[in-house]
Structures are given as C-alpha cells and as structure tokens.
Nanobody, 114 residues
Framework: QVQLVESGGGLVQPGGSLRLSCAVS????????MAWYRQAPGKQRELVAAITTSGSIEYEYADSVKGRFTISRDNAKNTIDLQMNSLKPEDTAVYYCNLNWGYWGQGTQVTVSS
C-alpha cells in the first residue's frame, strides 16, 4: 500500500518562503510521475508542478508559479519536495502531493497573509 504524507505547510507573510515535503512509503514498482497540486476555497484543484520520467526527465510548472516554485525529488529521503519562494496571497490553498497520477496525500494548508 502506497502512502503519501505531506508536511511543511503553515502561515507565511507575502514575499516569504516555505518548503513542502511529501514522504513516500509502500511498495511502488516504478515511479514515473511526481506532482504537487493545490486547491483554494471555491476553486478546482490545479496542477502546480510535476516531474515526469518517461524516457527523459521533464519538469512542468503552472504559469502562475514559474520562477518562484521548484519541485524536486530526494531519493535518499524518499520525498517529493516543493520549494516555494516569493509567496503571494493567491498561493493560499491546500497543497496535495500526487504520485503516478493516482496516489494522493491528505494535503497541507498553506496560508499567505500579512
């Protein structure tokens, strides 16, 4: 059984930074996609960033976070991380980790407010 557990969310002022981490455990035959999504109140869940490894490694970012967020994988710690810089109030949402487009974590709240 695959489990994803997010951590690192919290309250931060505009312009600040947070680092989210998703701990991955369980039996996984292969990992071909790792991603972070977010869902703000009253809005649909949206893709924030993703790493796909079908042949070559490719990175994808939502236009709204390009240049501010960075997704990475730590093989030693078995985590999927999201470094978020220059945070804006519109980044406020529950952030979810996703593995292979099918497994989800429980989410972690990120609030950007002064």
């Amino acid at each position: 059984q695959v489990q994803l557990v997010e951590s690192g969310g919290g309250l931060v002022q505009p312009g600040g930074s947070l680092r989210l981490s998703c701990a991955v455990s369980g039996n996984i035959f292969s990992i071909y996609a790792m991603a972070w999504y977010r869902q703000a109140p009253g809005k649909q869940r949206e893709l924030v960033a993703a790493i796909t490894t079908s042949g070559s490694i490719e990175y994808e970012y939502a236009d709204s976070v390009k240049g501010r967020f960075t997704i990475s994988r730590d093989n030693a710690k078995n985590t999927i991380d999201l470094q978020m810089n220059s945070l804006k109030p519109e980044d406020t949402a529950v952030y979810y980790c996703n593995l292979n487009w099918g497994y989800w974590g429980q989410g972690t709240q990120v609030t950007v407010s002064s």
